[in-house]
């Protein structure tokens, strides 16, 4: 059936549609597009025969938006976005913003704060009777006890403070399509509490013994410290948090339980990976790859992602400030070749389509096709990362496959430029020569983004990132490339300030390499502890879980801001707080070293020695 999915009650009508099985309530615009995680399952349970409608961004002030759709068959799904609700609300400086990129005209207050909670009162509200099953990243990131930032406290679990029946971490696909079968199929939620990717509240007597020893197919319980614990002990915090880590393998996973007081949270074990097959079929699904026709405004995040094209998912990179481990997982699910041309060439025929794809990738680009060579040793693998801090000796880092879909995508009919904005790893890069190729002569569009976030050793180390070593070998790959090809290309370095472990001494350091590499950029991001990651866990408890030993934190906004300026030393605007810096960590000798007394604004390094050289 095509056409978008409805709506108001009268687009349901218009199907033939009298009574709909499965609502989802999204703090997002409703672009039919599978970049985005509530169209893509409403389709995918509409391919399975259920009756599925959406309420985008309702006004959460009063119940009557919650009502559009009528009442479900089945349940509610909640999602509060793309985002979590209080990343897209504020700043790392916990200030308000003004814009909302998934909103139409790109307006600010359009959802709640903390929109998963807000939205599923208000259904609770207006039917008290049906359930709520909460997803998304908001849901999926805070399914433990975690640290709230702008609070700055710890909350409990988000399935107690919304009081929803059922919550689905991680990719939604195989858990949804489970609990729709059966419910349809007559079992009542009470008796649903195995499913794969999803989190109920329990009590004691459900769940046997703890601590039980995985199997090869997993298997057991393990008990992490309660919520009670966790909010008053940083260190039980962070064994918590370690605890839960380890257990993200799909295959070798235990159920994870954290008492709430007298209840318990109780996760069930990841959901599996989907095959190739499974992931063809999503991606075929009947998307208009539109906004909703309803829609005046343009919606900035349609305008990003409309000309893209997703080939996998999963990244076993392991940054540590990165939530996609507990998320998305760190196996790779991609795409076939097939599947991935079928849409490059219907994405040829829309009629706004002018020849230029935005980007042809996923979490990370190059892992593309990659997996574990030995299928024995990854159901039992722990590790949160494959290439850090080395490249697993059983890691399939071969880049022919990616590199034939590239040349293929480039060479339809109708593309006339190819460009890969997904991240990419340089250090990977190093074992994949035919990709590097690739991506330097045909997919750079003069600036190639990459994400060294750090070139301090220490604090690298901590943000489970490559090395300097690593970033410098690629910059001089890459510059004799563009060089040899004739082409102006330039590197822009992605840069994080205020990382757990990270000094102003270290932000100097960072400044003076760039200066060595003749690099300058214009922005630099501050670290923001969203909930869920390795790198916020040290954050607050000023502990590195893995270890056991101390973090420095950077503490207030005087600290970060100094931080942040050193790095952006060629800025007039910058040129006291630098100063200031200097002064800190005793090296006035550095201001000579970086020209901060005659700073002018810069741009990035040319690729090539041809080139003019910047200033």
């Given at each position: 059936?095509?056409?978008?999915?409805?709506?108001?009650?009268?687009?349901?009508?218009?199907?033939?549609?009298?009574?709909?099985?499965?609502?989802?309530?999204?703090?997002?615009?409703?672009?039919?597009?599978?970049?985005?995680?509530?169209?893509?399952?409403?389709?995918?349970?509409?391919?399975?025969?259920?009756?599925?409608?959406?309420?985008?961004?309702?006004?959460?002030?009063?119940?009557?938006?919650?009502?559009?759709?009528?009442?479900?068959?089945?349940?509610?799904?909640?999602?509060?976005?793309?985002?979590?609700?209080?990343?897209?609300?504020?700043?790392?400086?916990?200030?308000?913003?003004?814009?909302?990129?998934?909103?139409?005209?790109?307006?600010?207050?359009?959802?709640?704060?903390?929109?998963?909670?807000?939205?599923?009162?208000?259904?609770?509200?207006?039917?008290?009777?049906?359930?709520?099953?909460?997803?998304?990243?908001?849901?999926?990131?805070?399914?433990?006890?975690?640290?709230?930032?702008?609070?700055?406290?710890?909350?409990?679990?988000?399935?107690?403070?919304?009081?929803?029946?059922?919550?689905?971490?991680?990719?939604?696909?195989?858990?949804?399509?489970?609990?729709?079968?059966?419910?349809?199929?007559?079992?009542?939620?009470?008796?649903?509490?195995s499913i794969r990717g999803t989190c109920r509240v329990g009590r004691d007597a459900e769940n046997g013994p703890l601590s039980g020893a995985p199997d090869s197919e997993g298997g057991g319980n393990v008990l992490i410290p309660s919520f009670d614990d966790v909010a008053i002990d940083k260190k039980q915090f962070a064994d918590a948090f370690r605890l839960v880590y380890?257990?993200?393998?799909?295959?070798?996973?235990?159920?994870?339980?954290?008492?709430?007081?007298?209840?318990?949270?109780?996760?069930?074990?990841?959901?599996?990976?989907?095959?190739?097959?499974?992931?063809?079929?999503?991606?075929?699904?009947?998307?208009?790859?539109?906004?909703?026709?309803?829609?005046?405004?343009?919606?900035?995040?349609?305008?990003?992602?409309?000309?893209?094209?997703?080939?996998?998912?999963?990244?076993?990179?392991?940054?540590?400030?990165?939530?996609?481990?507990?998320?998305?997982?760190?196996?790779?699910?991609?795409?076939?070749?097939?599947?991935?041309?079928?849409?490059?060439?219907?994405?040829?025929?829309?009629?706004?389509?002018?020849?230029?794809?935005?980007?042809?990738?996923?979490?990370?680009?190059?892992?593309?096709?990659?997996?574990?060579?030995?299928?024995?040793?990854?159901?039992?693998?722990?590790?949160?990362?494959?290439?850090?801090?080395?490249?697993?000796?059983?890691?399939?880092?071969?880049?022919?496959?990616?590199?034939?879909?590239?040349?293929?995508?480039?060479?339809?009919?109708?593309?006339?430029?190819?460009?890969?904005?997904?991240?990419?790893?340089?250090?990977?890069?190093?074992?994949?020569?035919?990709?590097?190729?690739?991506?330097?002569?045909?997919?750079?569009?003069?600036?190639?983004?990459?994400?060294?976030?750090?070139?301090?050793?220490?604090?690298?180390?901590?943000?489970?990132?490559?090395?300097?070593?690593?970033?410098?070998?690629?910059?001089?790959?890459?510059?004799?490339?563009?060089?040899?090809?004739?082409?102006?290309?330039?590197?822009?370095?992605?840069?994080?300030?205020?990382?757990?472990?990270?000094?102003?001494?270290?932000?100097?350091?960072?400044?003076?390499?760039?200066?060595?590499?003749?690099?300058?950029?214009?922005?630099?991001?501050?670290?923001?502890?969203?909930?869920?990651?390795?790198?916020?866990?040290?954050?607050?408890?000023?502990?590195?879980?893995?270890?056991?030993?101390?973090?420095?934190?950077?503490?207030?906004?005087?600290?970060?801001?100094?931080?942040?300026?050193?790095?952006?030393?060629?800025?007039?605007?910058?040129?006291?707080?630098?100063?200031?810096?200097?002064?800190?960590?005793?090296?006035?000798?550095?201001?000579?070293?970086?020209?901060?007394?005659?700073?002018?604004?810069?741009?990035?390094?040319?690729?090539?020695?041809?080139?003019?050289?910047?200033?």
């Amino acid at each position: 059936m095509t056409g978008h999915l409805p709506i108001h009650l009268d687009e349901a009508r218009a199907k033939g549609w009298n009574e709909l099985d499965v609502i989802f309530v999204s703090g997002d615009a409703y672009i039919d597009h599978p970049a985005f995680g509530v169209p893509l399952l409403a389709r995918w349970l509409e391919a399975h025969g259920f009756r599925v409608g959406i309420i985008p961004q309702p006004d959460w002030r009063s119940k009557e938006p919650f009502v559009a759709l009528g009442r479900p068959r089945l349940f509610f799904a909640v999602s509060a976005g793309a985002m979590d609700s209080m990343v897209a609300h504020y700043t790392p400086a916990r200030k308000l913003r003004h814009d909302d990129a998934y909103t139409p005209g790109n307006c600010h207050g359009a959802r709640p704060n903390r929109a998963t909670i807000i939205y599923t009162s208000r259904l609770k509200e207006a039917y008290r009777d049906v359930p709520v099953v909460i997803g998304g990243i908001e849901a999926s990131l805070r399914r433990f006890a975690h640290y709230d930032y702008w609070e700055n406290k710890v909350r409990r679990s988000i399935l107690f403070d919304a009081k929803a029946d059922l919550l689905v971490y991680g990719m939604g696909e195989l858990p949804l399509l489970e609990l729709a079968r059966r419910l349809a199929g007559g079992e009542s939620f009470a008796e649903i509490r195995s499913i794969r990717g999803t989190c109920r509240v329990g009590r004691d007597a459900e769940n046997g013994p703890l601590s039980g020893a995985p199997d090869s197919e997993g298997g057991g319980n393990v008990l992490i410290p309660s919520f009670d614990d966790v909010a008053i002990d940083k260190k039980q915090f962070a064994d918590a948090f370690r605890l839960v880590y380890r257990e993200q393998n799909p295959f070798s996973a235990r159920t994870v339980i954290q008492p709430h007081g007298d209840r318990l949270l109780v996760c069930n074990p990841p959901s599996l990976p989907l095959n190739q097959a499974d992931m063809d079929r999503i991606y075929a699904l009947p998307f208009e790859k539109t906004p909703h026709p309803s829609y005046r405004e343009p919606i900035p995040a349609w305008d990003q992602i409309k000309t893209s094209v997703t080939t996998h998912r999963g990244c076993f990179g392991g940054c540590a400030f990165c939530a996609i481990t507990m998320h998305q997982g760190k196996l790779i699910q991609s795409r076939s070749d097939a599947s991935i041309i079928a849409e490059v060439d219907a994405l040829a025929r829309q009629d706004w389509f002018r020849g230029s794809i935005s980007d042809v990738g996923g979490p990370t680009a190059n892992m593309y096709g990659l997996a574990c060579k030995h299928p024995e040793a990854m159901r039992h693998c722990r590790r949160g990362s494959c290439i850090f801090p080395s490249i697993c000796a059983h890691l399939e880092t071969a880049d022919k496959r990616a590199v034939s879909l590239l040349q293929q995508v480039r060479n339809r009919k109708g593309v006339k430029h190819v460009a890969i904005s997904s991240g990419v790893r340089y250090d990977l890069m190093e074992r994949q020569p035919g990709y590097f190729r690739e991506l330097v002569g045909h997919h750079v569009g003069g600036l190639l983004k990459v994400a060294p976030e750090h070139l301090g050793e220490h604090v690298t180390a901590l943000m489970r990132k490559p090395g300097r070593k690593a970033f410098e070998r690629f910059f001089a790959r890459f510059r004799e490339e563009s060089a040899r090809l004739g082409k102006r290309q330039y590197i822009v370095p992605y840069l994080m300030s205020g990382h757990p472990g990270c000094s102003v001494s270290d932000m100097l350091e960072l400044a003076l390499a760039l200066k060595k590499l003749g690099m300058t950029v214009e922005q630099v991001q501050d670290f923001t502890p969203t909930p869920g990651t390795l790198s916020t866990c040290m954050y607050y408890t000023g502990i590195d879980p893995e270890t056991g030993k101390a973090v420095f934190v950077p503490a207030g906004d005087r600290e970060k801001g100094l931080q942040k300026a050193l790095v952006l030393w060629h800025q007039p605007g910058e040129r006291n707080k630098v100063l200031e810096a200097l002064r800190e960590v005793g090296r006035e000798d550095a201001a000579v070293m970086l020209g901060v007394s005659n700073s002018m604004p810069g741009r990035p390094y040319p690729a090539s020695r041809k080139t003019k050289k910047t200033r």
